[in-house]
Structures are given as C-alpha cells and as structure tokens.
C-alpha cells in the first residue's frame, strides 16, 4: 500500500532544498521562461542550444524555469515566454499546452511541428486506423503468436485524430518556422521580445525547412 | 511611346502598353510572382502580384501600364493581401518543405521568405491527393500543386501541340492530371523544363532528387527577388 | 459506339470549339462519356485526352462514368428548403433506392444534387433526364418513380397531354410563368416582329446605338455596363467578323426571369439579338442557354425556325445586305459561366474560366473576335426601345436607372412569380405588392448581392447606385434561420467556383467552413474578424465576379443581422480555443481501436 503511494509521487512534487537566496534573487529578476517539447524529435531544443555563445547573452536576462534541459517537469511559477516546440499529437500534449497557456504571457511555436504539424502530420492525409495497423498490427517487429495490441488504457496518452499547429488549439503569439530553425533565428526572436522589441525574423534566417 | 507612371509615389518612365509587373522590375522595384513567367503570356492565377492601380487591387501580370497610372506596390493593406495569398496556398497544399525535394528551390517557399511568412492564417488542410507515377520519366506529387497552370499552358507535345499536363474538375476538387502516352515520349531536356517550370515541387524527374546541398540551392544562391530583379535587368 | 462518335466528329467538322455540343451528342446517345469515347473524340479532334476530360469533368452536368439511366437532380436551395426539400428529397431515396450522389442497385436511376434550376417560384423542383418537375411533394416523387419504373419516359410523365415539344404548350406544361405584375415594357402580346425589324433597318447602325444610349439602358445581367456604350464599342472594334451572344445562363439563385421572358416573349429576345446585329455589323449569333433549361430548347429552335422563314434570320434580311443567323449554344451546369467571358470560353468548347481582362470581350471575345454580350432581358427590353423610342424608355425609372426590369420573387410572400418595376421603386412596395408576411430579411441580386433587412431597408430604392438588383429577389420571414441561408449560399460558391484563382478556390472554402463553425457554436470573435478581412481579400484578389461577390452572404449579414451572429457566438472556458473540437479530436483514436479489433476477431 505504502509502496505504491510512492510510485504515484512525480518527481515535481519531491521536497526541494532552498536555493541560495541571492541567486534565488537574481534568477527572480530575470524573464522567466519556460521551454517544452510536444510531438516532435527536439531537434528545435537542440537548434536552441546552437546558439552557441549567444545563449549566455540571452541567459544573462533569462531564467530557464521548466524545460527538459533543466529537468523541470511543470511551470513552478508564472513565466513571461513558453518556448513550444512539437505539434499536438495526442490529449497529454492538450493538457501541456492549455497548462503553458494557463501560465505564460507569450507563447511561441517553434519548429515546422508546432507551427503546422510538420512531419508528424505527415499522418494527417491516412486514416488513423491504418496508421494503427502499420504500426502494431503488420509491424515486422510483432512477436509472432502473441495476440495483437492496439494500446488503449487510461494510463496511456489518447492518439488525436489527426496532428494539430498548436495555434489550432490554444492561441500562439509568435512563430519560428524551420525543421529546425536556425539557432539564429530562435535566438532573433526571443532577444527582440527580451528587448521589448517588435518581433520580427528577416528573410536571411527565416527557413521552412 | 513612353509613358509616365508612379510607383509608391515615384515617378517612372516606361513603355505603352507594357506589363506592369515586367515594368516594375526593371525599375527595381520587386513585386512576387508565382504564375507568371517573363515572356510567356499572363496566366492570371495566383494572384500574389497584386498591388493597387488607381486605387484598385489587380494582380500586376495582367494590367498594360498607361500614363498617369498610379501604383502602390508596398502600402501595408495591399502587401499584407499578398502575404495572404501565400499563405492560402501553404494551408490548401501539403507544403512539407523538410521533406520535399524542390526545397531551396521552390518559388513557393523563395516568395514565402521574401514576404516573411512565418505561418499561415489559414487552417491546415492537410489534403489527400494520390501521387501519380504512371509515367516513365515524370512523376506528380500533387498535394503540392498550386494549380498555376504554368505546364498546362506551356508544355505541349513536341509534334501534336496537344496538352501533356491537363486539370480534371474544377474549384476545390481540382487535380492535376499527366497525360502518360504523351509524357512518356517528352524528351528528357523537355522532362526537366517541366519540372524546373513547375514553381513547388510537384512535377518531378524520376530518379534525380535533393542533388544539390543545402545552402548551394538555387535561391540559396540568389534569393528569388535579385533574379526577378537581375535578369529584367539584363 | 465507335461508328457513331465518328458521325457526331462529322457533324461538327472536327471542329474542336463545339466541344460542348459534341459532349452534349456522346453522352445523349451512350448515357454518360466513357474513356473509351474521350479516346475517340481525342483523335479526332488532336487533343489530348485529359485535354478532353479538362472541359468534360469542368461541367456539372457532364458525366463520365455510369449514372442511372434516369438521372434525377433534386434542386438544392434555400427556397426549396422553405418549401419542403427535406421531405421530398428522402421520399425520392425511399422511392429510387439509393442515396444522393449514387445509382441504385438496378442502374435505372442516379439521384444528384444541384444547385438553383430556375424555378424558385415553383420549388420544390428536379430535373429528370430533359424535363423538369415543380412543386414537388412526397407523394408526387413516388408517383413519378413508379411511372418511370414502369418504363415511362420522363418526358411521358411530365407531358401526359404529348404536347409538341416545340410549342409553348409543352413549356406551360411543364412550368408556369406566374407573371404577377405587367409593365409598359415586357410581355407585349401581338408583336408584329417583321414590321419592327423593318422599322429598325431603316435606321444606320449608328442611329440605332444612339437610340439605346438616349434610352439610358443598362445591362440587366447585374453588372449595369451601359448598353449603348458596349455596342458602340463593338460597333468600332476591327474584327473580321463579329459576334453577338444572348447571356441565357441564368445562373443566379432565385432568378428565373430569363426562363419566362424566353418562353413568353421569345420573338422579343431574338429581335433584340438581330438589333444588336445590325448594329454592331454581326453575322452570327449565339444564345448560350443553361443545361437547366433543356425543356426550352426546341421551342426556341422553333422560334428561330419561325424567324428564317419570315425571313428575319438567314441571308439578306428582309431583302437587305444583311446575313445574321444564331444558333443555341447549350452550357453543361456551370454558374461561373454567367460571367461574359467564361461564357465564351464554354462557347469555344472550353472549361468556363474567366478570362483576363483587358481585352474585353468587345474588343476580342468569341474565337477572338469582337463579341457584344448581353442578357435576355436587355435584348428584350431592347426590342421594345427600338420601337418605343429611347426617350419613352428613359422617362421611366430614375435619372441613372432608366426604364423597368423584371424581378423574380421568391420565398415568404404570398405570390412568388415575376413583377415588372419601375426602377426607383422602394423595397417595401416591391415586399407590399409580393403580399411579404412578416419579412426579416431579403437577398437582393442572389447569393451574390446583398442581403438587406426588412426592418431597416424599407425605403431602398431599386436602382443601380442602390439596389442595384439583378433580377432575383428572395424574402425571407421571421421564422427563417438566416445564418443556416447563408451557409447554404457559401457552400454554393464552393460548388461554383473555377478554381482558377487563388482567393476564390481557397478563401471561398475557408469561409464556408468560417460559416460552418458558427452555426455550430464554436465561434468566436476573432472568427468575424477573419472573416471580414479574408472576405476583403476575395473581393479585392479574385478574377471574375464570383471571387469578388463570394464572401457578400457572409458580410452583408454581419452588417445588417449582426446579433445573429452574436447569439451564436461560443463562450469558452479556459485556455482551449473555441473553434478546437476536443471531443471530435479524440474520439478518432478509439473508434479506429474497435474497428481493428472487430478485424481480428473475424
């Protein structure tokens, strides 16, 4: 009994200590942002971290809050900018993304994934149902004998019917198209919003693929 | 006879009767085009050159300059009508630029950088159009036509004049159609004209493909708007 | 089958501009057109097959496939659907068999939608193969099934009486012409047609065109181009022939004036043709007449027939140097062709797609010639301004509106049918003299006008630099659902478009689900945003008139019924934004489970 209360604990939710409270203060005065992946490969995230030298420019003003570089499972506290990469795929990135818009400012959809589905959508013009059999029913890899399994079970994600921009379920304020984008071009558009900037993302940087 | 016309308040000179979008170019000013192709006729059909003449949206491949003609190509509600006609044909097709192989150089993709597209409004479509590969040399991905009708009017039988390239039904149930026993005999340098005519990737040479690396691609090389510009020029 | 393609080649002389009419012959004679006979007509006629297949599968009414030896299209419009459309529309799947959009089992009847067939004053209606049906009721659409299975003919059932086809009879028949209100100009009986076409040619060309430009006429088809200048123009324009074209596509929804000016006053429509002839120097001309109207046809070749052998068609024209003749020239199901030059287009056996413009058909339009198109009724109105006078025309109407014009009224008043008005009458006589009960709302000028408010509108005046009315007039009343009209009148765009520009082919299917997403309740503010500013984009973007008109139902009505809107607008909860259907998003993955589970079992 005892045991499995333990396993339902999220990591989140563990006790944390207390940071240095000068550091505490210092990260509290930056912008914070908050970063999370949805359905794509991360390669944006990766494309983030290209920015080489120019990431500690931008860190000198922003604090990363929750991200999977930071290993933060939800938004610890309001953020000005949530970093959205990955398109909506299955009600787990629903909920995500109603919990980012529910505690950022701004939203940006980064990537071709949460800018229009990318190449998850690539799914979108086959029904679901064969998309089901390719994937777990005529799979070379299915255990012969074994009885086949299409996953259904509430612990499991629900699939959505086809891949969405996330702009088609919660409102998106700004986007950076690319797969991936250019580091440049992720690093143009969250300096001109730190800066206060009107967002912009000249034609020299600006790629669909 | 040379005539006098204003674009965005400046004063040109240019020929009677000449294309506004040919005179606007050779002036320096850049006005998109996705159907239209310098020194063939005017197709008129997708729209995204459209600027205001005498205070009327037209698309500029169909209007013959006349003197005293006032145009406005950059005024915001006018280039912000254009950007929308971009992004309409990125939401009707599957314009998955990662995956396709005219990237780099597709006029879709070059216009939608050169006017900052960096969505589209529009909701996703996501169509299912089959592919069509029963020709030899040619093949159609045609969830990226945007229906310019470019290879419909210029590529014709070498010895027939007939139509190759054909559209079946009409409004949003059109398709894009390959006529295979007249394709099948097109010579390979007319195979390519076709496919390098086609501005997105939907006309294809079978067994060539992603040949060029990223970043020596033709509007990597030279954006879409300097060759528009240049070769006016020349 | 082969043989007889070859005949059909013949006939036309290989001539691959009467493309229509050839499709037209194939089809009559084999029930639809096969692949086989577009490969024939592809080598007779040196073109492509899927050059073929561009204007076969363009049109509506052309088929390519096997589609019932009876082929039943139900008209589909918001006046039908006031009208009992619902009900008559599920007896005939009862009755035939099969859904809409299929064969039945048997191959004896194919069921299709279609849109307005130009008998709003007599909905519910349907064609049936080349006849057509009014007043539609369940018990009607059993009763014809039956006969037809039994192996009536269509034309057995609609004509009991074996009326002759070529008689007005056999149209009465068929349609009734509820003229309600007559005017000074239309439906003169008695005409004496070879004493006025005499009268006529004693004038110059010239004399004539400046006898319609003092009458003040404008085109009736809508746009309200100055007939006096068009032919002025054609008159001027070099050409080594030139063409005149009677706009007969009337396509708008809820018209239906044409239909009965052509079968009332036919005589007064060719008159007006062979005027515009003279005046403009023409030796051919061409009524385009909409597929709809079939049952029309042979009359009006009788009527030609009439006028050759009174001399006032064929080879010099009562004893004049003057040859003019017209030929019929029927479309295939197209709205788009109502526009002048997607009309010659189809006239030249093409897809009906807007040309560019300039040139203007006057200047180069049919075969590249100069070509003065005009609609039925101002043919009509014409023949009566050449014999009248231009200034008895002009002194009725109002200073920039001259004359009358017919409206066709439809919906909830008490007599739907024809009114000659006098330009300058105001709304609330036109909605007075209909017997309009408890009107909200009127579509002027069709899908493509604009729709007014009884309420507020009242005192419009029926002219061009108001109401500038096009003929079709439908009124709705209190109890009708506005917004589930305008759906309908979106969705017609849709149908309707050519697809050859990019903001009709893509906008107009953006709005229509705009419209869709309201009437569901999932709306928002930002939705009639969007749907202003891409409306804008349609309007200012588009080729031809239907791009430009396509987003009017949608902005006209946010102008005027607003709250309609409003009341329908959602209020969400949270962050999810309206328009998202989370529901519909994730049930997709479940029922794919089942089925697949369903699969193995088996």
Not at chain 3, 40 to 48: D, P, R, T
Not at chain 3, 114 to 138: H, K, W, Y
Not at chain 3, 420 to 428: S, V
Not at chain 3, 432 to 461: F, H, I, N, T, Y
Request: charged share 25%; hydrophobic share 35%.
């Amino acid at each position: 009994m005892n045991k499995s209360v333990k396993q339902k604990t999220a990591s989140h939710e563990l006790p944390a200590t207390q940071l240095d409270p000068s550091v505490r203060a210092a990260r509290d005065e930056k912008i914070q942002v908050a970063m999370i992946g949805l359905c794509g490969c991360w390669g944006c995230t990766l494309s983030f971290l290209d920015m080489d030298e120019t990431l500690l420019r931008l860190l000198e003003k922003v604090n990363i809050t929750r991200s999977s570089l930071t290993d933060v499972k939800r938004i610890p506290h309001r953020c000005a900018i949530g970093f959205v990469e990955g398109g909506i795929a299955n009600d787990e990135n629903i909920e995500t993304l109603e919990h980012f818009r529910e505690n950022c400012d701004i939203l940006i959809s980064v990537g071709a994934c949460a800018v229009w589905g990318g190449v998850p959508a690539m799914r979108n013009v086959v029904p679901l149902e064969e998309c089901f059999r390719e994937a777990y029913l005529d799979v070379p890899t299915a255990e012969p004998g074994t009885e086949p399994l299409i996953p259904y079970h509430p612990d499991i994600p629900r699939i959505t019917t086809k891949v969405y921009p996330c702009h088609e379920v919660v409102k998106m304020d700004y986007f950076i198209p690319g797969c991936p984008p250019d580091g440049a071009a992720i690093f143009k558009v969250l300096d001109d919003l730190v800066n206060g900037r009107e967002v912009g993302l000249p034609k020299s940087i600006n790629r669909y693929d | 006879m040379s005539v006098r016309i204003t674009i965005d308040g400046k004063e040109y000179k240019a020929g009677d009767g000449a294309t506004l979008v040919d005179v606007a170019a050779d002036n320096g000013v850049y006005i998109p085009t996705l159907c239209y192709k310098r020194g063939k006729p005017c197709l008129g059909t997708c729209r995204t050159c459209s600027v205001r003449v005498n205070g009327n949206v037209m698309a500029a491949c169909t209007v013959p300059v006349a003197d005293g003609m006032e145009v406005e190509v950059n005024e915001p509600e006018v280039a912000n009508m254009r950007k929308m006609l971009v992004e309409l044909l990125f939401s009707e097709g599957n314009h998955n630029c990662p995956s396709c192989e005219k990237s780099g150089r597709c006029e879709l993709q070059a216009v939608g950088y050169e006017l900052e597209m960096m969505v589209s409004r529009f909701p996703y479509r996501f169509p299912v159009r089959p592919r069509e590969h029963a020709a030899k040399h040619i093949w159609l991905e045609r969830d990226r036509c945007i229906f310019c009708q470019r290879c419909v009017q210029f590529i014709r039988d070498r010895e027939t004049g007939q139509k190759i390239f054909s559209i079946d039904h009409r409004g949003s149930h059109a398709s894009i159609e390959i006529d295979v026993k007249l394709a099948d005999r097109m010579p390979p340098e007319q195979v390519r004209e076709a496919a390098r005519l086609c501005p997105v990737g939907c006309i294809l040479e079978k067994g060539v493909g992603y040949d060029q690396p990223i970043g020596k691609r033709k509007f990597e090389i030279k954006s879409i708007r300097e060759r528009a510009l240049e070769r006016e020029r020349q | 089958m082969q043989a007889n393609i070859e005949t059909i080649l013949e006939y036309y002389n290989l001539d691959k501009t009467r493309l229509m009419d050839i499709l037209w012959e194939v089809q009559q004679q084999q029930g639809f057109v096969s692949s086989e006979a577009v490969e024939a007509l592809s080598k007779g006629l040196n073109m492509s097959s899927h050059d073929i297949r561009e204007t076969l599968t363009f049109y509506h009414f052309f088929l390519d496939g096997p589609s019932g030896k009876h082929k039943i299209y139900l008209a589909d419009t918001v006046i039908a659907r006031m009208c009992g459309y619902a009900e008559v529309r599920a007896a005939l799947e009862q009755a035939c068999g099969c859904a809409f959009g299929a064969v039945d089992e048997s191959g004896a009847f194919g069921l299709y939608d279609t849109n307005c067939i130009g008998l709003s004053d007599q909905e519910p209606a349907m064609m049936v193969d080349e006849v057509v049906f009014t007043r539609l009721t369940p018990e009607k659409v059993k009763d014809i099934i039956t006969r037809l299975r039994q192996g009536a003919s269509a034309e057995e059932v609609a004509n009991p009486d074996r009326k002759d086809r070529r008689d007005a009879a056999y149209v009465d028949t068929l349609t009734s012409d509820n003229i309600r209100v007559r005017g000074p100009v239309f439906f003169k009986a008695g005409r004496d047609y070879p004493a006025l076409l005499a009268q006529v040619l004693e004038l110059l060309p010239d004399e004539v065109i400046e006898e319609v430009s003092l009458s003040g006429i404008r085109g009736r088809g809508g746009a309200g181009f100055p007939t006096g200048l068009k032919w002025r123009l054609g008159r001027d324009a070099e050409g080594e022939e030139k063409y005149v074209i009677c706009n007969a596509d009337e396509g708008e929804p809820g018209t239906f004036k044409d239909r009965v000016l052509l079968t009332r006053s036919p005589g007064d429509v060719l008159l007006g043709v062979i005027i515009a002839a003279w005046a403009i120097g023409s030796r051919q001309g061409i009524i385009y007449l909409r597929a709809e109207y079939w049952y029309l046809k042979e009359y009006l070749e009788q009527q030609i027939q009439a006028f050759h052998d009174a001399g006032l068609l064929g080879k010099q024209i009562l004893g004049r140097d003057f040859d003019f003749d017209i030929r019929i020239q029927m479309g295939a199901g197209a709205y788009v062709c109502g526009d002048e030059t997607a009309l010659i287009e189809s006239c030249e056996g093409k897809r009906g797609t807007p040309r560019i413009k300039p040139p203007y058909p006057i200047q180069q339009g049919y075969l590249g010639m100069p070509t003065c198109v005009n609609n039925v009724e101002t043919f009509a109105a014409i023949s009566r301004i050449l014999e009248q006078g231009g200034a008895w025309f002009s002194a009725m109407g109002t200073d920039e509106s001259t004359g009358t014009r017919l409206l066709s009224v439809s919906g909830d008043c008490e007599h739907p049918g024809i009114y000659e008005t006098e330009w300058g009458i105001t709304l609330d006589e036109v909605l007075k003299m209909a017997g309009a009960k408890e009107p909200m709302a009127v579509q002027v000028s069709g899908p493509s006008g604009e729709c007014v408010s009884a309420e507020q509108d009242g005192s419009r005046l029926f002219c061009y630099s108001d109401l500038s009315c096009n003929g079709s007039l439908m009124i709705f009343d209190q109890s009708r659902n506005l917004l589930d009209i305008v759906e309908n009148f979106l969705r017609f765009f849709v149908d309707e478009s050519c697809g050859i520009c990019v903001p009709c082919r893509v906008g107009g299917v953006n709005l229509y689900h705009k419209i869709r997403l309201i009437n569901a309740g999932r709306g928002s503010s930002k939705d009639l945003d969007d749907i202003r500013s891409w409306g804008s984009l349609m309007r200012e973007t588009s080729r031809c008139g239907l791009g430009t008109t396509a987003a009017k139902p949608l902005l006209t009505t946010l102008e005027k019924f607003s709250e309609l809107y409003q009341q329908k607008m959602a209020r969400p909860e949270g962050v999810l934004l309206a328009s998202f259907d989370l529901e519909g998003a994730l049930q997709g993955h479940e029922q794919a489970r089942r089925t697949l589970v369903q699969e193995e079992k088996q």
